[in-house]
């Protein structure tokens, strides 16, 4: 396996303990895991801290996803913002909710600022990633969240590959598009860091998302990819949001992760 990628599922494959988890990822031959947190804050610090120490003795990447409701650039102030603040890691950029999209990355750049700043004073600060999104008119296209990152040095993109796919209406068929999207994120990452992609296969209609499928039953394939990441020196970590095992070790192979 190369050391330039990691590859592996958006979800521990074992919540019992984190040496199942663990163990669940080495047997497959998986080297990065992303946490998932979309649904509730599942995991306690003890199994935290654990999983924490056993990945980094094993060279496994780990990643958070944020619950769903803790995205930035709300609208107003007040208890939705003061939720999401405690829920970012991977995160969605979150929504026009009425506003030109000028304005709706500004109040995303404000916002996260100032979470940046609560953050630093409890040395917690560590790189978040914005995701792009699968529904056109939603924030969260690759030039939105390139925006975001270009201006906070701190934020990366990650790169949804599906989520292209669906929002172009299935343009990502040769290597070129991908070469594209990560040569836009390449000019906004600080150097030695990964790339961080998301990947697996899509369902959509009227250029948004549906749902992730099996690999093989709609459009998206990993080729391109392996073919696009051979070109640049970065790193990269690819996650898995494919919906079965046998999907995420069928795109394993291919990427020769």
């Not at 007040?78 to 304005?103: C, Q």
């Not at 290597?175 to 959509?204: C, M, N, R, T």
């Not at 990993?222 to 919906?243: G, H, M, N, W, Y």
């Amino acid at each position: 396996m190369s050391r330039n990628l990691h590859y592996g599922p958006a979800r521990v494959p074992s919540r019992d303990s984190p040496r199942a988890a663990i163990d669940a990822l080495l047997a497959r031959g998986l080297s990065a895991c992303e946490i998932d947190f979309e649904g509730r804050f599942w995991m306690d610090y003890e199994f935290a801290g654990e999983f924490g120490q056993l990945a980094a003795e094993h060279d496994i990447a780990l990643s958070v996803h944020a619950p769903i409701a803790g995205f930035m650039g709300h609208a107003e102030r007040g208890k939705k913002l003061n939720m999401a603040v405690g829920m970012l890691v991977v995160f969605h950029p979150g929504f026009l909710l009425g506003r030109t999209r000028e304005d709706a990355i500004d109040s995303i750049v404000e916002q996260l600022g100032e979470l940046r700043e609560r953050l630093e004073g409890k040395d917690r600060a560590v790189p978040f990633g914005i995701e792009v999104m699968g529904r056109v008119r939603e924030i969260g296209s690759i030039d939105d969240v390139c925006d975001i990152a270009s201006r906070l040095d701190w934020v990366r993109p990650v790169i949804d590959f599906a989520h292209m796919h669906a929002t172009s209406d299935g343009a990502f068929l040769g290597v070129e598009p991908f070469v594209e999207a990560l040569h836009k994120a390449d000019a906004v990452i600080e150097p030695g860091a990964p790339f961080h992609i998301h990947f697996s296969d899509i369902q959509f209609a009227n250029r948004n998302e549906t749902k992730h499928l099996p690999y093989g039953e709609g459009t998206l394939r990993a080729e391109p990819l392996r073919d696009a990441l051979a070109q640049f020196k970065r790193p990269a970590t690819v996650i898995s949001e494919s919906p079965n095992a046998e999907s995420t070790d069928e795109i394993k192979e291919i990427l020769g992760a």
